[in-house]
Antibody, heavy 118, light 108 residues
Framework: QVHLVESGGGVVQPGTSLTLSCAAS????????MHWVRQAPGKGLEWVAF????????SYGDSVSGRFTISRDNSRNTLYLQMSGLSADDTAVYYC???????????WGQGTLVTFSS | SYVLTQPPSVSVAPGKTAIITCEQI??????VHWYQQRPGQAPVEVIY???DRPSGIPERFSGSKSGNTATLTISRVEAGDEADYYC???????????FGGGTRLTVL
């Protein structure tokens, strides 16, 4: 059974940095491309970033490009999202998900919440 | 910019058929995928590549596409189908994945 477990969320201050992790089990992690998707409270889904199975290729949504970095460690079956220049607009539940060849997101984790302290 | 337009809400009685549309605007037609998100839960893929159903998804869920509009059809709707449904495409030109705004399905 596929398990994706996100961690690293919490309460942050504006302008600070945070790194999220996504630990995968039940799959051969290295054959899957991976994504991060976020959902602000009461809002819809927003795609954040993609990384290819070998980590060579990546892409980002417009709202995070230049501030967030996606990476992976296939030896540890783990996906990462380094977030910098954080603002209240980045408050959301962050999900990791596996990617299919055709562009869909097949398996999803349960998410980790990033919130801001005023 | 690329936009996916979904109706904000759809209501249907139990046992009837729910139809949720996703219109692609400002760009040529792309392959569409669909996700179900029950309250408080993570999204679940219910249709990929316009019409394919992942393992474990009931046959009551089906997808179709005509021109720039994709449709998710849920037959014999059950109370457990009450959820938000999102369409999604892959803009291969800019290598972006985009979600529609979501449709809340209410089972009356």
């Amino acid at each position: 059974q596929v398990h994706l477990v996100e961690s690293g969320g919490g309460v942050v201050q504006p302008g600070t940095s945070l790194t999220l992790s996504c630990a995968a089990s039940g799959i051969t992690f290295g054959i899957y491309s991976m994504h991060w998707v976020r959902q602000a409270p009461g809002k819809g889904l927003e795609w954040v970033a993609f990384i290819s199975r070998d980590g060579v290729k990546n892409s980002y949504g417009d709202s995070v490009s230049g501030r967030f970095t996606i990476s992976r460690d296939n030896s540890r079956n783990t996906l990462y999202l380094q977030m910098s220049g954080l603002s209240a607009d980045d408050t959301a539940v962050y999900y990791c998900a596996t990617g299919r060849e055709g562009g869909s997101l097949e398996f999803w984790g349960q998410g980790t919440l990033v919130t801001f302290s005023s | 910019s690329y936009v996916l337009t979904q109706p904000p809400s759809v209501s249907v009685a139990p046992g009837k058929t729910a139809i949720i549309t996703c219109e692609q605007i400002n760009v040529g037609s792309r392959t569409v995928h669909w996700y179900q998100q029950r309250p408080g839960q993570a999204p679940v893929e219910v249709i990929y590549d316009n019409t394919d159903r992942p393992s474990g998804i009931p046959e009551r869920f089906s997808g179709s596409k005509s021109g720039n509009t994709a449709t998710l059809t849920i037959s014999r709707v059950e109370a457990g189908d009450e959820a938000d449904y999102y369409c999604q495409v892959w803009d291969t030109l800019f290598d972006l994945r985009l979600f529609g705004g979501g449709t809340r399905l209410t089972v009356l």
